[in-house]
């Protein structure tokens, strides 16, 4: 069983920066597929982002597209994403998954993620 850790969630002001971390701990596959979820209260979950094993292909959500940046480092079983000039509507609580996937080959679907983190508040003010 992959573990997996979010942290980094904080209440930020608009426009300001936050930096979640995911680490990862147990199981370890050949490739897989990295990404970020994220839930607003009373919505369903949405992807955010995610980045291939071979860290060559990024794929974002329109929404977060030109703000949010997806990039691991493999040696230290973490991913992260850095969130700029952040939004109240980026409001949300944060989850990160992985999934056993084609090197070169990244997922927006959650049926692909078979591992997830708990997740972590992130809060926007206006």
């Known amino acids: 069983q992959v573990q997996l850790v979010e942290s980094g969630g904080r209440l930020v002001q608009a426009g300001g920066s936050l930096r979640l971390s995911c680490a990862a701990s147990g199981r370890t596959f050949s490739s897989y597929v990295m990404g970020w979820f994220r839930q607003a209260p009373g919505k369903e979950r949405e992807f955010v982002t995610a980045?291939?094993?071979?860290?060559?292909?990024?794929y974002y959500a329109d929404s977060v597209k030109g703000r949010f940046t997806i990039s691991r480092d493999v040696a230290k079983n973490t991913f992260y994403l850095q969130m700029n000039s952040l939004k109240p509507e980026d409001t949300a609580v944060y989850y990160c998954?992985?999934?056993?996937?084609?090197?070169?080959?990244?997922?927006?679907?959650?049926?692909?993620?078979?591992?997830w983190g708990q997740g972590t508040q992130v809060t926007v003010s206006s």
């Open positions: 998954a992985v999934g056993p996937i084609a090197t070169m080959s990244v997922s927006s679907r959650e049926g692909m993620y078979d591992y």
């Open positions: 980045i291939s094993w071979s860290g060559g292909i990024r």
